[in-house]
């Protein structure tokens, strides 16, 4: 009975969406409306999606919605990664957000503060304090599945491979199955929720629109040619998806056909942009008081505080890093930013049912509940009203619907709460994080104005056609975005609290170099920067947490310098940017989680295991294995014990400290920073 009413729910929802989405036409329009193409084939929509209530217990990897990066170490408080997802700052605002995960909610905790990870009730399950993310945590038993197939990754031409185009592919097996201005085709095929983005009509045009020479993958036709409706959007990354990172994103959005259209229902390129900056501005929460609906054939449609417009959708290919790839040269890359021609994954969301983020409250949400997601057509629910579709690499690198188990991974960010007494015999699996805006990370951080509409370029990559594979491969044309609640640059506050590129604390060799030779006492610094490695090779933990200290020192004085910035206050190209050595060398090592299909168990794979997974802790904050074995110094960490007192509260949970001290003020040193807002400045 839950997968007729949960089936009929879409299908009732997605006729209503397929009517404002469908279709063209329609005269009196600010822009020139010549003969529309043919509308889709009106038997499309007819099948519902059909999904099922799965067991995470089942799963290779049950705990797929804790990211790995939140089982790194913090160096003892000096690195703070868990900021940039557990704040209470956006829930404090109730802009779209209900999961203050930074001490606000008493049954949650403070998950900057502890290694509090939740359990299931299945007492099968092994529990979520074991790191489950072996690609991540031991690279070298990767690399052991690569060579039991037979494989050798040092044969791999990673620059060709990089380059073919992947994603063409995928879009003909969807585009095959007709209703190209439709979010679903309508027709069983592990392909009908592939996002109908024709990435032959990318890059966008210079407003962000995307446009396309093929009528029937359009909604109207304005003064520069047939609309899609889909409009890239330019934003600021921060630790996941970046150069460094080894994943670089693009971004589109695309609104109903109600929002193109003006009130005596006519397309309109202008007002299609209107509603798309009202959105943005209610997702920013800088809308004025007057702006209470949509306008045009919208007018309707009341503006819900930080959340989407129903039909809201989004699609974002997942790019691996070509520095060479800036936009300017088709034969590397048509898209700018790094973005190469082949991507890692192809995701979309669709925002399907209304969600209301007051009624949660502090009460507990079920961890133990199972997804709702289909096992062949690449979606899941996610639990608060979207639905979120992933394709990725299969072993050969032609994109697949991904599992249910690997969408897991997806709500794990892409989420939030739902009061489970409400939704019947099976409880909504929800997740999230306290940074999102209904559910949502890209157009919270939208570039401000212009900039921010059009394909994502990382702030403005350029490439270096004369760099050589070990230098750095070119230079940002943008100054560094501020963040508007913290009053100071987004990437200064990122490397103060972080002293690294990335969510996992790490420092490349590269970055770690080039803050060597600018950090001395000769060039008027306390200290000179301290070589961790060095420290680590003696397995004294008072000299490694020692350099850690200064590192976080060193690493303040240089941001408030304004050393981190070139005179035009653009981010240093070496600490956003990887060699095209190690970008292709980072590309290889992804390579083999797609061999081996090993997505279960981590997409980030390190050289070797970063030391912020690495145990350095001394006695007095020191923790054993749960077998009670102690850890010694530079073991990696796979797991921390847990409360095993039955009938407590905490019962199963983690209960370690990160020693990320909440009473230690930054003058002092401290990381710990409870309400950011991840919201920018406007210029």
Known sequence: MQNTTQTLRYLSLASLITVGLVGCGGGGSSTPQPPQPPAPNPTAQQLPLLGEYISRATFANPHAHIPAQCFIETGGGTQNACLFCHTNGVAALKLGNNNP??????????????????????PQVVNSSINPWMNTLKPEVLHTAVVALGADAADWDMQTYIRQNNWQAAFAKRAALGALTSWDAGVDSPFRVFPSLNP?????????????????????????????????????????????????????????????QTASGAFSTETYAENLELVTANIQNRLSSGQTHYVGAASNIEIVRGQYPLGTEFAHPLH??????????????????????RVKEVRWMIKLHEWYPAEFGNTLKEESAPVYASRTDGWIENGTGWIIGGFIEDAKGELRPQTP??????????????????????????????????????????????AGWGEMNYLGF??????????????????????????????????????????????????????????????????????????????????????????????????????????????????????????????????????????????????????????????????????????????????????????????????????????????????????????????
């Open 200 to 260: 032959d009509d990318l890059p966008a045009k210079a407003d962000g629109f995307v446009r396309t020479n093929n009528p029937a993958g359009s909604l109207f036709q304005d003064e520069q040619g047939f609309m899609t409706g889909w409009r890239a959007v330019n934003f600021m990354p921060y630790g996941i998806f970046t150069p460094l990172a080894g994943s670089v994103s693009g971004i589109y959005i695309r609104l109903p056909k109600v929002f193109m």
């Open 405 to 450: 188990s690997e969408l897991t991974q997806c709500v794990g960010c892409h989420s939030s709460n739902v009061r489970q007494s409400d939704v019947g015999q099976n409880p909504v699996f929800t997740s999230g994080t306290g940074n999102t805006i209904d559910s949502t990370w890209a157009l919270p951080r939208k570039l401000n104005g212009n």
């Open 462 to 683: 350029k490439a270096n056609p004369n760099a050589s594979a070990n230098q750095t491969p070119g230079t940002l044309t943008m100054p560094e975005p501020v963040n508007r609640y913290a009053q100071q640059g987004e990437f200064r506050f990122f490397l103060d609290h972080v002293v690294g590129i990335s969510l996992y604390g790490d420092m490349p060799a590269t970055v770690d170099a080039f803050l060597a030779q600018k950090i001395s006492t000769a060039q008027g610094y306390s200290q000179d920067w301290p070589d961790l490695n060095a420290a680590i090779a003696t397995k004294n933990v008072v000299a490694i947490e020692q350099a850690q200290r200064q590192r976080l020192a060193l690493i303040r004085e240089f941001t408030a310098k304004g050393a981190y910035l070139d005179s035009a206050k653009r981010i240093l190209p070496e600490l956003f940017l990887p060699t095209l050595a190690d970008a292709l060398e980072a590309a290889r090592r992804y390579r083999e989680v797609v061999v081996t299909q090993r997505f279960d168990f981590g997409k980030d794979v390190f050289e070797k295991t970063p030391a912020s997974l690495q145990y350095f802790r001394d006695e007095a904050n020191g923790y054993a294995h749960q077998n009670g074995t102690p850890y010694v110094v530079s073991e990696v960490v796979t797991d921390r014990p847990i409360n095993t007192t039955v009938g407590d509260f905490t019962y199963g949970m983690g209960i370690v400290p990160t020693l990320i001290d909440e009473n230690k003020p930054f003058s002092a040193g401290g990381t710990f920073a409870p309400d950011y807002v991840p919201l920018l400045a406007p210029d």
């Open 101 to 122: 995960q930074a001490g606000l909610n008493p049954n949650i905790g403070n998950l900057q503060a502890e290694y509090a990870f939740g359990v299931f009730d299945y």
């Open 320 to 341: 691996y890093v070509d520095v060479q790839a800036d936009g300017s040269n088709p034969a590397v890359s048509p898209f700018p930013g790094t973005r190469a021609h």
